[in-house]
């Protein structure tokens, strides 16, 4: 079966047929919630668990508030995808039940394009410039947590979260420079003090796909 691959849908308009056709793979009635700024506007497709980052060009800079009809389509191209991953929790959890975090989170459903299958940079080295073995393309599988994309793709470009205490702690994620991927972990392993000792067996709860940036 072939795969396809999401980073060729980086650098579309809104109204591409590509982009229509992933979409409706997974839903023919699926529409977006838009939200638009002057330097970025999101489609949020919450029942599908995706969100895209689109940026404007040419000078355009929508108002806010915008409506999908009146969005300049020509002046924006698709810089970002974001996958998510969102386990439900038991509905006595004290922890998650009515916080607004939660209700956050449980805006978007789980990917339905699970295994997520990503490609691998070949060109990938490590700090001290030596060249990495690396498989060809990485399947985020649901249950893939933080030392199977290690393992994957190397030690991260950049990281961050995990301090402070759990409850109010930003949970910890990776980002993969090279690779045009950012990572950011869900569930108790994620949070608090011992974040990053525990951040291995964290399962992924957003994935974002951005255009490769290269030293």
């Known amino acids: 079966m072939s795969v396809f691959n999401v980073r060729g849908l980086l650098g579309v308009t809104p109204s591409s047929d590509a982009l ?33 980052l689109f940026t404007p060009k040419n000078g355009y800079k929508p108002a806010t508030g915008l409506t999908r009809s009146v969005l300049r389509d020509a002046d924006l191209v698709l810089e970002g995808l974001d996958f998510y991953n969102v386990p439900k929790p038991a509905a006595s959890d004290p922890k998650t039940k009515g916080t ?38 990485f399947s985020g599988q649901a249950d893939t947590t933080g030392k199977d994309f290690v393992a994957c793709f190397g030690e991260p470009a950049r990281k961050g979260g995990g301090a402070g205490p759990s ?26 003090p011992q974040a990053w000792e525990r951040g291995k067996d964290a399962i992924w709860k957003v994935i974002s796909v951005f255009e490769e940036k290269h030293a």
């Not at 449980?106 to 490590?126: K, W």
């Not at 109010?168 to 994620?190: K, P, Q, R, Y």
């Open 20 to 52: 229509a056709q992933y979409i409706a793979s997974f839903s023919s009635a699926a529409e977006p919630e838009v939200k638009s700024y002057s330097d970025a506007v999101y489609f949020n497709y919450y029942a599908l668990g995706l969100s895209l």
């Open 100 to 137: 607004s975090a939660r209700k956050a989170e449980l805006a978007f459903s789980t990917f339905p394009g699970i295994p997520l299958v990503l490609t691998v940079a070949e060109d990938a080295t490590d700090k001290d410039g030596k060249a990495l073995s690396r498989p060809p393309q």
């Open 167 to 192: 409850s109010g702690s930003i949970a910890i994620w990776c980002e993969w420079t090279h690779d045009g991927l950012m990572v950011e972990f869900g569930g108790d392993e994620a949070k608090g």
